[in-house]
């Protein structure tokens, strides 16, 4: 028989229910007894299913007969794995991606899958393409595109909080995340003030009047305010080696000051309401 054959033949046991979704596909031995194909021609049949979404492999367990949720785990699988590639820089600014077919081989997932991972990182700035849908044709964006810039840095600076490369307490300024990661001034300072209102860093005033971010956390909602060192304050251990990003030190007036700011700013906005409610 040839593939398509085979393929039609399973296609209508699934459709029939003689093959149950979740349920293990014959093993491609089973398959070779039954339709008396060879291995290659049993192997073209499952790729086809797996490519029209009927079935989904599961490495070291078999291949099995797709159910919905199935869908939706290959999506996040083959979307947060291409993500990752461009942030860790394995997919690099400007880099072609591979085409649909060799990323549904290669992730062993339908081709519609690869098809909605790729329109949501386009979505969101990492990926392009020509034309209005995603074609054979796949880009990762470049770093003279301001929003892809941005993200880009944000992704990184998140995996180096993550992995405690950039450790609690680490200072970090526009101009060290230009030199270490790349992009424009612009992005890297956006970068890092989305990264302060998610909570991973606190702005910090220096004494020469410019600003830093210290590192406080890396996930949302466990970080604690961290003292930073004015840059141009003498240190006993400037000599040493510099570390990928400065390090941070003792607590400094200048944030102090900042948060006493805040606090009071805070307080002002209590008393304004509520002289407001007293009025009416």
Excluded: C
Excluded at 74 to 83: H, I, P, R, S, T
Excluded at 90 to 103: D, H, I, M, S, T
């Amino acid at each position: 028989m040839t593939f398509e054959r085979i393929a039609d033949d399973l296609r209508q046991q699934i459709r029939d229910g003689e093959l149950r979704p979740g349920q293990l596909l014959p093993t491609q031995s089973q398959l070779m007894q039954t339709y008396k194909a060879s291995s290659l021609t049993v192997q073209k049949a499952i790729r086809l299913l797996r490519n029209e979404g009927w079935v989904i492999a599961r490495q070291g367990r078999g291949t099995f007969v797709t159910r919905s949720a199935d869908f939706e785990d290959a999506f996040e699988k083959v979307a947060g794995d291409l993500q990752q590639q461009i942030y860790s820089g394995a997919l690099a600014p400007g880099a072609r991606l591979p085409a649909r077919e060799v990323l549904a081989e290669h992730y062993a997932v339908p081709l519609n899958v690869v098809t909605n991972a790729i329109a949501l990182l386009a979505g969101n700035f990492l990926l392009r393409f020509p034309g209005e849908l995603p074609g054979d044709e796949v880009y990762v964006r470049d770093w003279d595109d301001h929003g892809f810039a941005t993200q880009l840095i944000h992704g990184r600076l998140v995996r180096k909080i993550r992995d405690g490369s950039l450790a609690r307490g680490t200072r970090v300024t526009v101009d060290d995340v230009v030199d270490t990661i790349g992009g424009d001034p612009e992005s890297a300072d956006q970068a890092l003030t989305f990264l302060a209102l998610e909570g991973r860093m606190k702005k910090a005033h220096q004494r020469n009047g410019s600003m830093a971010y210290v590192v406080v956390g890396g996930e949302f909602g466990t970080e604690v305010p961290v003292a930073v060192q004015p840059v141009d304050e003498p240190d006993e251990a400037s000599a040493a080696p510099q570390k990928e990003f400065p390090a941070a030190g003792l607590a400094d007036l200048a944030y102090k000051l900042e948060r006493a700011l805040e606090r009071i700013e805070e307080l002002e906005e209590r008393v304004e309401r509520l002289e407001g409610r007293d009025t009416d």
